[in-house]
Antibody, heavy 114, light 112 residues
Framework: EVQLVESGGGLVQPGESLRLSCAASGFTFSDYWMTWVRQAPGKGLEWVASIRADGSGTFYVDSVKGRFTISRDNAKNSLSLQMSSLRGADTAVYYC???????WGQGTTVTVSS | DVLMTQSPRSLPVILGQSASISCRSSQSLVHSDGNTYLDWFQQRPGQSPRRLIYKVSNRDSGVPDRFSGSGSDTDFTLKISTMEAEDVGVYYCMQATEWPWTFGQGTKVEVK
């Protein structure tokens, strides 16, 4: 079964850091681009970042550039999102996606609040 | 950034009737490779989104054939041919032709 399972969400204070992880199974992870998309409470979907299949290129929405880093470990079938200098506006459910959304995880919730 | 505008924002539909959602982009979505990267997603209440349609008109595996996508350049449509109760949810279009990828605001489909 093709599956993506996110972890690492939680409650943090503004300015703190958090690392999200996504464990992939059921497909050849190294063949696919991977993506993070987020959804603020009661709001729509927002693309956050994507990474090429071999990790050679990364892309970010402007609002997270310089603060978030997407990375992958193809040997471990794992995707990560390192988030730093977190703000209230980063509060959202973060979804891990295979390529442009052929597969979605269940999401992990990040809350940034003092 | 490419602005994606969906209409209507809310769509009450009688069971068994058809429904259409429009998605317009602020610029052409035809990529330099010749493909048009316009996808449609469904988010049922309390669930993760799932993709229904990719590259304008290609149905994802397992998606009922009552869902269809059409359009070109800047004007796209998702159609539900026969509304069923399980189709209730929010529908989003997304363009992946230009960075950053951008979503429409969403269309809430409900039973009338």
């Amino acid at each position: 079964e093709v599956q993506l399972v996110e972890s690492g969400g939680g409650l943090v204070q503004p300015g703190e850091s958090l690392r999200l992880s996504c464990a992939a199974s059921g497909f050849t992870f190294s063949d696919y681009w991977m993506t993070w998309v987020r959804q603020a409470p009661g709001k729509g979907l927002e693309w956050v970042a994507s990474i090429r299949a071999d990790g050679s290129g990364t892309f970010y929405v402007d609002s997270v550039k310089g603060r978030f880093t997407i990375s992958r470990d193809n040997a471990k079938n794992s995707l990560s999102l390192q988030m730093s200098s977190l703000r209230g506006a980063d509060t959202a459910v973060y979804y891990c996606l295979r390529d442009r959304g052929s597969v979605w995880g269940q999401g992990t919730t990040v809350t940034v609040s003092s | 950034d490419v602005l994606m505008t969906q209409s209507p924002r809310s769509l009450p539909v009688i069971l068994g009737q058809s429904a259409s959602i429009s998605c317009r982009s602020s610029q052409s979505l035809v990529h330099s490779d010749g493909n048009t990267y316009l996808d449609w997603f469904q988010q049922r209440p309390g669930q993760s989104p799932r993709r229904l349609i990719y590259k304008v008109s290609n149905r994802d595996s397992g998606v009922p054939d009552r869902f269809s996508g059409s359009g070109s350049d800047t004007d796209f449509t998702l159609k539900i041919s026969t509304m069923e109760a399980e189709d209730v949810g929010v529908y989003y279009c997304m363009q992946a032709t230009e960075w950053p990828w951008t979503f429409g605001q969403g269309t809430k489909v409900e039973v009338k």
